[in-house]
Each structure stands twice: as structure tokens, then as C-alpha cells.
């Protein structure tokens, strides 16, 4: 069965009231859209709740869903609303977390540290995963969706759907969001 056909009878029993087909869709999309959240805001927290309040609002607009897109692109564009949201409240006050320093990144999370036994080497690789998630943190808030969005697996097509633009505005954000990387990796 392709995934499609796996969201398309999923979605039809969720729509249906079914928690089950939604919590097997929640267990499918949980990592994609962490990781889609988390690159946008980079704060465990605040990724956390947004992920929780995509999943709720899709599960309240379930019934409304036409399937005009895929659903794992109306999924995305329900993070996508909630992070920009959040973004632009996060301008009207600060955003300080107490725990800042004693929590793990999200992206530390996902290696095997356990398989890199070299110290030295895991070091090394610490300070480049931080560098780039810093650079990509810098981003304008287009560009890093682009990349945050294409870095999760998602193709140029769906992250045009996604974010609601032509994919020639996905493909010159992209191309921007390249230049400025790597002029900040070279900085490193």
C-alpha cells in the first residue's frame, strides 16, 4: 500500500471520530513536524507545544478536510500557521526558558551517540551540528522554512504547497538560503 493510500484510509476512519487512525497518523507525522517546528524556532519547549497544537487542530479540522492536499501537506501548513503565530507573539514579549542550558537539542536527540565512541570526534561533530543549526537559526523566516521544511524530507513541490507559494519563490529561497549558509559556515 502506498503511503498515500495508507493517509487516505487512515485520514477517512480519523474523520470518522476514530482516536486510533488519529493517534497511528500523530505516530507517523511526530517526527517530521518536530523536526519542522524545532528548525524554525529552536527551542524543545516551545517545539513541543506547537507540534501538540497542530496535531489538536487537526484533529478538530479533520471533518473539514477536502483532501485537496496531501495530508501530510495540510498537517505542515497547520505547523506552519501555529510557528508563525507563535514567532510573531515571541516579538511582542521575550521568551526566556529557565532550562535553557539543561536541555538536550532536539537534533543531538536523534544521533546514536552510543555508535561514536571517539570523544574527540563526537565533539567535533557536537560543534558543527550547532554551527549549522545557529546558521539556519539566522536565516530570514522564509528561507529557513524552505530548508527547515526540504531538510525534513519534504520535496520542492510539497514545501511550494506547504508554504502556500510557487515553487520557483521555494527553489530562489532555497538558492539564497545555500549562499548564506555556507558564507557562515566559512566563518566557522
Known amino acids: 500500500m502506498s503511503g498515500h493510500d495508507f493517509d487516505a484510509e ?9 482516536a486510533e487512525a488519529f493517534g497511528t497518523l500523530v505516530a507517523h507525522y511526530q517526527r517530521l513536524l518536530t523536526g519542522i517546528a524545532f ?15 497542530a ?4 484533529w478538530k ?21 501555529k ?10 514579549r521575550q521568551w526566556l526558558s529557565l532550562d535553557q542550558a539543561s536541555e538536550t537539542p532536539w537534533a ?4 546514536d551517540k552510543a555508535s561514536d565512541a571517539d570523544p574527540e570526534r563526537l565533539h567535533l561533530r557536537e560543534e558543527h551540528s550547532a554551527a549549522v543549526r545557529e546558521a539556519v537559526a539566522g536565516l530570514p523566516l522564509q528561507q529557513r522554512t524552505a530548508v527547515v521544511l526540504r531538510s525534513n524530507g519534504l520535496d520542492v513541490a510539497e514545501v511550494a504547497r506547504t508554504m502556500g507559494v510557487a515553487e520557483g519563490t521555494v527553489k530562489a529561497h532555497l538558492h539564497g538560503a545555500r549562499a548564506k549558509l555556507s558564507s557562515a559556515m566559512e566563518k566557522t
Request: proline share 3%; glycine share 12%.
Open 55 to 58: 496535531f489538536l487542530a487537526a
Open 108 to 111: 543531538e536527540t536523534l544521533e
Open 39 to 53: 528548525g524554525i524556532v529552536g527551542d524543545p519547549g516551545r517545539t513541543e507545544d506547537l507540534v501538540q497544537e
Open 61 to 81: 479540522g479533520l471533518p473539514r478536510y477536502r483532501g485537496d492536499a496531501s495530508f501530510k501537506n495540510w498537517l505542515c501548513r497547520i505547523l506552519l500557521n
Open 10 to 18: 487512515i485520514v477517512e476512519r480519523a474523520a470518522k471520530g476514530d
Open 83 to 92: 510557528t508563525y503565530s507563535s514567532l510573531r507573539w515571541g516579538r511582542l
